[in-house]
């Protein structure tokens, strides 16, 4: 079979075009090139897509003996991904770009690209499971619960799913580094990536800064009173703490978290945690690995990338995903990516776009 593995430079993405080479598959790497301007070297952990990581992969592709391109993709990343980043934050929205970059750039534009060269599947180095269904093939939690990403990997649909690999699908990490350092692979030692890659010293609030502007405004209490000052709402998310500089301590002494933020009015509202519980997401745009499930039915929520698995009724149409959780939650913002599994099997993924608030104990 002809596999395209696309290989970031990291041991993961590595020991997966090392294991699709050791099944007997006719493999070719290719290096996504998603910025005009790569900086020549990572810093420890942070980021990813830098010339260091390219030359790495290249080497571990001479390594392995197989043929190696790098497809710049940097246009479409921007437009696809870093743009929308920064249009959902400037709306007041907190959104999650891996989930966007797995969507639009590895499993939509190489996925593509790939198909229109002869290749029949794309392999990557996520971990995640992929089973033979009665209904197609399924995605489902990886082997080691410690790194799996069917999360970020939650958007993508049945034509998408039938077309991908995920060699790492039955081992940990551990072992995935044991095997790069058997094969000789100079990455067995790298860092994960982690942070967001087009932002590699990790600094969120400065990048949204210097692309969007400082824009002065209030912070407010639940009153309505004014209790700090911020340079613009978008270095704000919901169910943030630090960085409030709040002046006017709340009156019980405990702390306040960001409770809304409101773009018309340029307003924060802080408040304490209690009031950030939500038991009601409403989700916009929804996804399915199978085809749409209406429901009602009874399955898991998730809403991070390693976040709590949350008991929930699930029902939904076209265009919409209602999800009620058995018991309040926090930390969750318009923006966000809501996943829905039955048991570890991912049914679809839908962009929260409301939530309905409820008070702890009442």
Known sequence: MKVLVAMSGGVDSSVAAARMVAAGHEVTGVHLALSKNPQSFRTGARGCCSLEDSHDARRVADRLG???????????????????????????RTPNPCLRCNEKIKFAAVLERGIALGFEKVATGHY??????PHGVELHRAADAAKDQSYV???????????SLFPLCDVPKSQVRAEARELGLG???KPDSHDICFIPDGDTAGYLER???ADPGRIVDEDGVQVGEHDG????????????RLGTPAPDGQPRFVLDIEPVTNTVTVGPRAHLAV????????TWSQGLVAGPWRGLAQVRAHGEAMPATISADESSMRVELDEPATGIAPGQAVVVYDGDRVVGSSTIASTTRVREGA
């Open 279 to 286: 038991g009601v997401i409403e989700g916009i745009r929804p």
């Open 187 to 189: 990455v067995a030692k």
């Open 153 to 163: 990997l939650g958007v993508l649909d049945q034509q998408q799913l039938a077309h």
């Open 233 to 244: 709402f978008h270095q704000f998310t919901i169910g943030q703490r630090r960085g409030l």
């Open 128 to 133: 995640a499971r992929l089973v033979e269904g």
């Open 66 to 92: 197989i043929p190696f391109y790098v497809w710049d993709l940097s246009d479409r990343f921007r437009a696809d991904v870093v743009d929308d980043f920064v249009a959902e934050y400037a709306a007041g």
């Open 211 to 213: 692309a969007l502007g």
